[in-house]
């Protein structure tokens, strides 16, 4: 991945010093993973996703619980009903994992839906803004091996995403 974004650095610094372009370029870069994580609409989500994910944990803790009480039992039983009892437990547990893996990819699943709309939506912020203050090419700064503070408007987009957010 490194690799890549330096040979991709490497690429755009050489067409723009070939002097291939006639006309001067105005050129900006934003700091993505700042503009994801300050972006309110990424906030909320997160506090969702806390909520489900805590929900989750609840009704895992209870089924654990359950469990745990079923185990305790076992030596307090004849050996016939401690059989009885280790398939009730077994069922248990295999109710428990796939309740686990259910809610792990449900969760996952809207995590990245709602990283995909977020990410969708700063692209749009970003792209109107180029086009609006005239802008030949805005990067990601983790394509830039050095970027003039000058030219970082990871606030200016900031400020637009989260002044279009309407909640």
């Known amino acids: 991945m490194k690799v890549r974004n330096l040979l991709l650095a490497?690429?755009?610094?050489?067409?723009?010093?070939?002097?291939?372009y006639a006309k001067e370029l105005k050129m900006a870069y934003v700091d993505l993973s700042r503009l994801f994580?300050?972006?309110?609409?990424?906030?909320?989500?997160?506090g969702?996703?806390?909520?489900?994910?805590?929900?989750?944990?609840?009704?895992?803790?209870?089924?654990?619980?359950?469990?745990?009480?079923?185990?305790?039992?076992?030596a307090l039983l004849?050996?016939?009903?401690?059989?009885?009892?280790q398939v009730e437990i077994d069922k248990q547990k295999s109710e428990m994992i796939e309740f686990d893996k259910q809610k792990?990819?449900?969760?996952?699943?809207?995590?990245?839906?709602?990283?995909?709309?977020?990410?969708?939506?700063?692209?749009?912020?970003?792209?109107?803004?180029?086009?609006?203050?005239?802008?030949?090419?805005?990067?990601?700064d983790r394509v830039l091996i050095y970027g003039d503070q000058n030219q970082n408007i990871t606030e200016q987009v900031l400020k637009a995403l989260n002044d279009s957010y309407k909640k």
């Open 48 to 74: 969702v996703l806390q909520k489900e994910g805590d929900a989750y944990q609840k009704e895992r803790d209870v089924m654990i619980g359950k469990i745990k009480d079923s185990q305790a039992k076992m």
């Open 37 to 46: 994580d300050n972006y309110q609409k990424t906030k909320e989500y997160d």
């Open 104 to 140: 792990r990819t449900e969760i996952a699943k809207k995590r990245d839906e709602k990283v995909r709309e977020i990410l969708l939506e700063i692209e749009k912020i970003v792209s109107e803004m180029a086009k609006k203050e005239g802008y030949d090419y805005i990067l990601n």
């Open 78 to 85: 004849k050996e016939d009903e401690q059989q009885k009892l």
């Open 10 to 20: 490497a690429v755009v610094a050489l067409i723009f010093s070939t002097g291939a």
